[in-house]
């Protein structure tokens, strides 16, 4: 029934490892994003993808690296993490980007 | 660049009145889309209510509404009858029409609202 669904939700890692999130959306919607929502609760664009095609691509370390295997599907792969990359990380999705964005429940990422 | 402004940080009601949260944006654009998003403790992020900024009238879904006065670029959420369930933070955002898959949200920082029994 989850229309939009991230795994995991909770993320708990040292600094240095590399670290994936994964996103599936079972609406058939053919546009997802990734956002981030700091520690003061801001969200803000990082990824966006179209039919498989990097649309957007924020000013986001290149640490950072969306794949998205299918329409239905996007994963945001992290190396190296640092201390600043904890966070809530949410994934979205639309259709054709004009329709509301659906969100999913977020993965909160503490890095130690 | 769009940018939106929330100045409330926080906003506390009573249940069963009214409220009334603000959101100002800026953008050259005549043709957009403003929304408000519930966050609850939960995190998730949820839809409450949209306006095309081609359509005067103001929308309205159930116990909430906006006030959308777009000379004024302001956009602002009220909600009747709070409920405690009500209790969250609430983002405005801005999108753009045209440019597809290009369109992000760009957020507020976000109203913390309380709900006093």
């Known amino acids: 029934d989850t229309a939009v669904s991230q795994t995991p939700k909770y993320l708990v890692t040292q600094m240095g490892n590399d670290k994936s999130i994964k996103c599936e959306q079972n609406l058939g919607h053919d546009t997802m994003y990734w956002y981030k929502q700091d520690s003061k609760k801001f969200l803000k664009i990082m990824f966006s993808y179209n039919n498989k095609e990097l649309i957007i691509n924020e000013t986001v370390p290149n640490r950072f690296s969306p794949k998205s295997p299918d329409k239905a599907h996007l994963n945001l792969h992290i190396n190296s993490l640092e201390l600043g990359d904890s966070a809530v990380y949410f994934c979205?999705?639309?259709?054709?980007?004009?329709?509301?964005?659906?969100f999913g429940d977020g993965t909160r990422l503490s890095i130690l | 660049a769009q940018t939106v402004t929330q100045s409330q940080p926080e906003m506390s009601v009573q249940e069963a009145e009214t409220v009334t949260l603000s959101c100002t944006y800026d953008?050259?654009?005549?043709?957009?889309?403003l929304f408000w998003y519930k966050q609850p403790p939960s995190r998730q992020m949820i839809l409450v209510i949209r306006?095309?900024?081609?359509?005067?009238q103001n929308a309205t879904e159930n116990r909430f509404s906006v006030n959308f006065q777009k000379a004024a670029k302001s956009f602002s959420l009220k909600i009747s009858d709070s409920q405690l369930g009500d209790a969250a933070m609430y983002f405005c955002?801005?999108?753009?029409?045209?440019?597809?898959?290009?369109?992000?949200?760009?957020f507020g920082t976000g109203t913390l609202l309380a709900v006093q029994p």
């Open positions: 955002a801005y999108r753009r029409v045209y440019g597809g898959a290009t369109n992000k949200l760009i």
């Open positions: 953008t050259s654009e005549s043709d957009y889309y």
């Open positions: 306006q095309e900024a081609y359509k005067q």
């Open positions: 979205a999705s639309s259709q054709s980007g004009f329709q509301p964005q659906h």
